[in-house]
């Protein structure tokens, strides 16, 4: 480290916390006394600095955009830089603030490393998809080491929003709907990025998003209000952030949202009393972009007034907008925020670069040997390719049409099939866009010259040229052709001609979903469609591979194409992994982590659902004054935890080993399970419960444990499920996290729909 002038200032500090070597929970006490060493040499002006994160400009999501970057770093007024890469860019940033301003605080480096960095991964709703909890742990661990290698010491993940409504863009960027699985892979996500040292070189930061309530979005537009009970807030929505503060995340980012009338960012009861009073959360909070200054338009003030606001909510780090930096000054001389409200952001921030190392070694992320030799390695990649074919869900297997035969013609006809640019998915910001695979190019890879693939596009993305265009952004092209749509779908018939299958890519581009990419009709284009329409009058075996970033509305898809395989978006190998599926190398073992729903109106539809005073019998579809709909019923296209195989996986003899459960004991839940099909393959067994009379009305089925399992052709296991009486518990109207006696209903079962049954009673 070249010490100079920041030696000047802080180096007596710094050598006691040297010689002290970083730990994985740095010695409270020796924080402490660094930091207010620290601080009882900074000037107002420096510790609301502290406050400021600042965009490096390579990625924004919105029309402000960070300026005087590199003054403004020097003058002490910046406290992070975000969406820069590569460790010489941020030596020298870092240069600018360790050498050149008057103290030489380190900044910290930000970044949205969603689902990998270069090594790109399955988007999170296809990571959940998976239920692979190592698997998804490693893809964090690798997303480290490899931003790390790049310079970034923090990342804004993970989003945990639990969403019910596929409308909302942003679907894709979560697990999914439900709390449990939400919550098991917030904790794989946070363990995965922090690792046991956050102070090691190759760890990064996590940042919690978006607290809160993100994903329920009214009409699932983006951005919109949320208007929730508590008792939901508190059993369905709030579970993933907790499970992620438990699990030691660094940092938690505000969300956009209203919520029951107090935006996030302004949300003092959020930020404060649950975040930090009820969770003990103790790190930072840093806004999403500029979503101070949008409190102005949510009509809560000025924007010295919601500036003020949001820190007195207990809003630590100001992204973009510099609310915080213009006006925090004028409201401490007018007494409209307290010195003691900076402080506590200021001292936050200093301590998250604390718990980083970056006091000890500012440069600690910039070496640029491990850029050159630590991203997009081949085993990163071999990973990468494991984790997409884990991810796909085999939705339809009609006349196992797959696996396909590795031999003949293929036609591979859409316009995802030639795309390269749209495989890594949406918030992939830092993917080499140019460089990887289409679909066409992977397959042709893994098969070689045993299959000859004759391709077409078939049809446009979109008939519309103005929301094509809005649907491939950001460089996910997929060029226009402008001949007529018959022209198209003629050519792709010509394709098929001598083949002996077709492969349809077919669904949204990646930017179909994704921040700002909400939609109110949720099916395959009308003109991706038809051309799938005149392909099935071939009579030819037809696979569709989709690609989506929500789940579709498919039911003329599901009663008309014979197979179809949902690839979501698989990330840098999703090509070579799709092929791997459908010619069977990969026997596919995905579960939906959310229901897909039939139509639009029914949504929200999920399968944690209140059972009403009028529930609707067992496979009926209408019955008049019950709940239900006239013109559709009320089940889903595909439940959640929903999933195929090649195999066929049989349930029996589900056994507790008591039908009374006392307090301080475990059930212990057994049921047989045996692969019956002809391939070796993954099952993920899942466990749910009712409870059946409650205190407050109590969701029909809830997860409450699953096992992904490995399964020989014709073998068969028992598998073992431990449940407690913590595993029952649930806010009540009073917010007390209490279990309460009485009659359970056990479920075990290849997905939500589809189990075998039992019943306890828990006596306390
Ligand atoms: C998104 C966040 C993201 C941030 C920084 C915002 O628009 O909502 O998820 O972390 O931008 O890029």
Request: aromatic share 8%.
């Amino acid at each position: 480290m070249n010490i100079s002038r920041y030696s000047r200032l802080v180096l007596s500090i710094c050598t006691l916390y040297v010689t002290s070597a970083v730990t994985a929970q740095p010695n409270k006490q020796k924080m402490d006394s660094f930091i207010s060493e620290l601080m009882s040499k900074m000037t107002i002006e420096e510790k609301i600095g502290q406050l400021n994160l600042v965009t490096g400009g390579e990625a924004t999501t919105g029309s402000t955009v960070s300026t005087g970057v590199e003054t403004k770093i020097k003058s002490g007024a910046i406290g992070g830089v975000f969406s820069m890469t590569s460790p010489q860019r941020i030596r020298a940033a870092q240069d600018l603030a360790v050498k050149h301003s008057r103290l030489g605080i380190p900044l910290i480096f930000g970044m949205d490393v969603i689902h990998g960095y270069k090594t790109m991964f399955p988007i999170p709703i296809g990571l959940a998809s998976s239920w692979d909890m190592n698997l998804i742990r490693q893809t964090a661990q690798i997303a480290a080491t490899e931003a790390t290698a790049d310079g970034i010491n923090w990342t804004f993940s993970p989003m945990v929003d639990i969403s019910r409504d596929p409308r909302w863009g942003r679907f894709s960027e979560g697990s999914g709907e439900d709390p449990y699985l939400g919550s098991r892979i917030a904790i794989e996500m946070v363990k995965g990025y922090q690792g046991d040292d956050l102070a090691a070189h190759n760890t990064l930061m996590a940042c919690v998003k978006h607290f809160a309530l993100y994903g329920a979005s009214e009409a699932g537009r983006d951005y919109n209000s949320t208007d929730m009970s508590l008792h939901r807030m508190y059993n369905e929505y709030f579970p993933p952030y907790k499970a992620a503060i438990d699990a030691g995340a660094g940092t938690v980012m505000t969300s956009f949202n209203d919520i029951n009338g107090m935006p996030a960012t302004a949300n003092k009861w959020l930020m404060t009393d649950v975040l930090r009073q009820q969770w003990g959360f103790q790190g930072m909070v840093v806004t999403d972009y500029t979503a101070i200054n949008e409190l102005i338009d949510h009509g809560l003030g000025d924007l010295q007034q919601v500036s003020a606001l949001s820190l007195k909510a207990g809003v630590d780090m100001d992204m973009v907008g510099e609310g915080y930096l213009t006006t925090l000054k004028k409201s401490l001389s007018e007494g409209k925020v307290s010195q003691a409200d900076i402080d506590r952001s200021c001292r936050l921030i200093l301590e998250t670069k604390y718990k980083l190392g970056l006091f000890e070694d500012p440069y600690k992320y910039c070496d640029v040997n491990r850029a050159k030799n630590n991203i997009l390695t081949p085993a990163h990649l071999a990973k990468a390719r494991e984790v997409a074919g884990k991810s796909f869900v085999l939705l339809k297997n009609e006349q196992q049409i797959l696996p396909l035969a590795k031999t003949g013609k293929i036609a591979l006809i859409g316009p995802l099939a030639n795309s390269g640019s749209n495989m890594p998915g949406t918030w992939s910001v830092s993917a080499d866009l140019n460089n990887t695979q289409s679909l066409m190019a992977g397959m042709k890879e893994v098969l070689g010259t045993k299959v000859a693939i004759n391709y077409a596009l078939g049809s446009n993305l979109l008939d519309d040229p103005i929301y094509q265009e809005r649907a491939t952004m950001f460089g996910r092209t997929i060029p226009r052709d402008n001949r007529s749509e018959d022209e198209l779908i003629a050519e792709a018939l010509k394709a098929t001609e001598g083949t002996d299958a077709i492969i349809a890519a077919l669904g949204e581009s990646s930017e179909m979903s994704g921040e700002s990419s909400s939609r109110t009709e949720i099916g395959i284009p009308g003109n991706q469609q038809r051309l799938l329409k005149a392909l099935l009058k071939t009579g030819k075996p037809i696979v569709l591979v989709l690609f989506t970033g929500r789940p579709l509305t498919l039911t003329w898809e599901q009663e008309n194409v014979p197979a179809i395989l949902n690839t979501w978006f698989g990330g840098t190998e999703t090509g070579k992994a799709v092929a791997d599926v459908l010619f069977g190398d990969v026997n596919p073992s995905g579960k939906l982590p959310a229901t897909f729903p039939k139509n639009v109106g029914q949504i929200p539809l999920y399968y944690g659902a209140k059972n009403t005073g009028r529930p609707l019998a067992n496979g009926k579809w209408f019955e008049k004054f019950r709940s239900n709909y006239l013109d559709v019923d009320n089940e889903p296209l595909y439940p959640f935890g929903y999933g195929l195989s090649y195999s066929t996986f049989k349930y029996e003899n589900l056994k507790l080993n008591t039908a009374v459960l006392q307090a301080s004991e475990t059930l212990q839940v057994k049921v047989e399970v045996q692969n019956t099909g002809k391939y070796d393959g993954e099952e993920v067994v899942q466990l749910y419960i009712r409870d059946i009379v409650g205190s407050l009305t109590r969701p029909v089925k809830e997860l409450k444990g699953f096992q992904k399992v490995a399964f020989k052709a014709g073998e068969k296991k028992t598998i073992t499920f431990e449940i407690k009486e913590a595993d029952l518990k649930f806010y009540n109207e009073n917010l007390e996290f209490v279990s309460e006696p009485g009659e359970f209903e056990i479920f075990v079962g290849t997905n939500s729909r589809d189990v075998l049954s039992s019943k306890f009673e828990l006596k306390k």
